[in-house]
């Protein structure tokens, strides 16, 4: 199972950034998907949560508004939009999957983990 996160990179605060994970090794439509951040210093973070057929969508309440997770079953692929990059944002952000319809904000609900992939938000 692979999940690879893309995407990232230095930013400017106010600006947008989409994040990708292609996933391979498993059968992508039948994973529910998440994308979660630690930032240095800090716990790991939930940002968003997505069905396995996108149909329903769940964010951290602290983040709504600027975060859309989308997929897509027929690329086995995952986004990750942020809009209006604030400081903050400066996270690594990782990709997840769950072997369920349902998916989840608490990280330990996820099988399945990419390396992650890095967003510096400079002021």
């Known amino acids: 199972v692979q999940l690879q996160a893309s995407g990232g990179g230095l930013a400017q605060a106010g600006g947008s950034l989409r994040l990708s994970c292609a996933v391979s090794g498993l059968t992508f439509s039948s994973y529910s998907m998440g994308w979660l951040r630690q930032a240095p210093g800090k716990e790991r973070e939930f940002v968003a949560t997505?069905?396995?057929?996108?149909?329903?969508?769940q964010y951290a309440n602290s983040l709504r508004g600027r975060f859309t997770i989308s997929r897509d079953n027929a690329k086995s692929t995952v986004y990750l939009q942020i809009d209006s990059l604030i400081p903050e944002d400066t996270a690594v952000y990782y990709c997840?999957?769950?072997?369920?319809?349902?998916?989840?904000?608490?990280?330990?609900?996820?099988?399945?983990w990419g390396p992650g992939t890095l967003v510096t938000v400079s002021s």
């Open positions: 997505i069905t396995r057929n996108g149909g329903s969508t």
């Open positions: 997840a999957a769950r072997h369920s319809r349902w998916g989840s904000s608490d990280y330990r609900d996820f099988n399945s």
